[in-house]
């Protein structure tokens, strides 16, 4: 039987809950609220055990752990963006419940997506302060989920450093989104916030200028390479996951910028499409770029299908992917 739908909106901002009608086969009408974000946010208590004690659900009022607060915040914003801008809901685009643990271990110096949930550290007060603090630091753990849920890129060399740098462009539109910022207007940075007043440096990564995040006498200076010139070979991180991802990730930031308004519109559909359309788990830098190319190209006539895919193509040609 064909399916009457029909979809209503309810609720308050920023959640617009989706009212979900159709009609079975049996001709009944079936109501489903969905597109609302399910958090739970858990205190691992200084501790290495998952998830911990449940300290905040998704109807709680905030609570006093400032940690667990922008836990949750963030990643409503990260929900809010997938929704908005891709017409997504949630990781799996089924409306999967967003899971974070918070003060897990001790001094422990990052965050991660383990598969399941979003795992933060405290820092260690010496150079990292608590991971919570960063809106592009959680829109990455969280993007990793999408990643898993989509292409499921390798995370090692080539496809691994693809993986990387796609959680770094949506932890990057998850803020600029939050703030309402321009491509123009966004700082590019990945973890401004959780560096201590010790460390030589602004964040933990920059797109728009890989390589230059951070030079200080304890961490060194910011690996990351702006062009195919300088892919690191390595056997470390992955084969340096997080350190050639600066070669896509300036790609992104430049495409963006070189098209103008906010980064989430154009050049954000065309890289989640990129992602979305049947890229291999095993995707190259450069099979990934003609992915992009290609969903630019197939982008309506209203969105000047032609200037992006153009667009596109400079921003691969200048970090050195493509000719
Ligand atoms: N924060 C890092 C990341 O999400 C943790 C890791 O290396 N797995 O990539
Ligand atoms: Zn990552």
Same mark, same amino acid.
């Given at each position: 039987?064909?399916?009457?739908?029909?979809?209503?909106? @309810?609720?308050?901002?920023?959640?617009?809950?989706?009212?979900?009608? =159709?009609?079975?086969?049996?001709?009944?009408?079936? @109501?489903?609220?969905?597109?609302?974000?399910?958090?739970?946010?858990?205190?691992?208590?200084?501790?290495?055990?998952?998830?911990?004690?449940?300290?905040?659900?998704?109807?709680?009022?905030?609570?006093?752990?400032?940690?667990?607060?922008?836990?949750?915040?963030?990643?409503?914003?990260?929900?809010?963006?997938?929704?908005?801008?891709?017409?997504?809901? =949630?990781?799996?685009?089924?409306?999967?419940?967003?899971?974070?643990?918070?003060?897990?271990?001790?001094?422990?110096?990052?965050?991660?997506?383990?598969?399941?949930?979003?795992?933060?550290?405290?820092?260690?007060?010496?150079?990292?302060?608590?991971?919570?603090? =960063?809106?592009?630091?959680?829109?990455?753990?969280?993007?990793?989920?999408?990643?898993?849920?989509?292409?499921?890129?390798?995370?090692?060399?080539?496809?691994?450093?693809?993986?990387?740098?796609?959680?770094?462009?949506?932890?990057?539109?998850?803020?600029?989104?939050?703030?309402?910022?321009?491509?123009?207007?966004?700082?590019?940075?990945?973890?401004?916030?959780?560096?201590?007043?010790?460390?030589?440096?602004?964040?933990?990564?920059?797109?728009?200028?890989?390589?230059?995040?951070?030079?200080?006498?304890?961490?060194?200076?910011?690996?990351?390479?702006?062009?195919?010139?300088?892919?690191?070979?390595?056997?470390?991180?992955?084969?340096?996951?997080?350190?050639?991802?600066?070669?896509?990730?300036?790609?992104?930031?430049?495409?963006?910028?070189?098209?103008?308004?906010?980064?989430?519109?154009?050049?954000?559909?065309?890289?989640?499409?990129?992602?979305?359309?049947?890229?291999?788990?095993?995707?190259?830098?450069?099979?990934?770029?003609?992915?992009?190319?290609?969903?630019? =190209?197939?982008?309506?006539?209203?969105?000047?299908?032609?200037?992006?895919?153009?667009?596109?193509?400079? @921003?691969?040609?200048?970090?050195?992917?493509?000719?």
């Amino acid at each position: 039987a064909a399916a009457a739908r029909q979809t209503l909106t @309810a609720g308050r901002p920023p959640f617009r809950a989706r009212l979900d009608l =159709s009609i079975d086969e049996n001709g009944d009408l079936v @109501a489903q609220l969905s597109d609302a974000p399910n958090r739970t946010i858990s205190d691992a208590a200084n501790t290495q055990k998952l998830p911990g004690m449940l300290v905040r659900s998704e109807d709680d009022d905030p609570v006093e752990d400032v940690a667990v607060n922008q836990a949750f915040d963030g990643l409503g914003a990260t929900f809010e963006l997938l929704l908005s801008a891709f017409q997504r809901n =949630s990781l799996d685009d089924a409306g999967a419940p967003l899971n974070a643990s918070v003060h897990y271990g001790v001094d422990y110096d990052n965050a991660f997506w383990d598969g399941e949930r979003m795992v933060f550290g405290d820092g260690d007060g010496e150079v990292f302060t608590g991971f919570t603090a =960063s809106t592009t630091v959680i829109g990455h753990e969280l993007a990793h989920g999408v990643v898993q849920h989509t292409a499921n890129l390798d995370y090692q060399g080539q496809p691994g450093a693809l993986n990387e740098s796609i959680a770094d462009v949506f932890g990057a539109l998850t803020e600029q989104y939050l703030l309402g910022q321009s491509a123009a207007e966004a700082s590019w940075l990945i973890g401004a916030e959780i560096f201590t007043d010790a460390v030589q440096g602004e964040a933990l990564r920059s797109m728009l200028h890989p390589g230059t995040a951070y030079d200080d006498d304890e961490l060194g200076k910011d690996p990351q390479p702006d062009h195919m010139d300088g892919f690191v070979r390595t056997t470390e991180d992955n084969g340096g996951v997080h350190i050639n991802s600066g070669i896509p990730n300036r790609a992104f930031a430049l495409f963006a910028t070189d098209l103008g308004g906010n980064a989430w519109e154009r050049a954000g559909t065309v890289w989640y499409r990129a992602l979305t359309g049947g890229l291999s788990s095993t995707a190259t830098f450069a099979e990934f770029a003609e992915a992009t190319i290609a969903a630019a =190209s197939a982008l309506d006539r209203e969105t000047d299908a032609t200037v992006v895919e153009a667009a596109a193509r400079r @921003a691969w040609t200048t970090v050195g992917v493509l000719e």
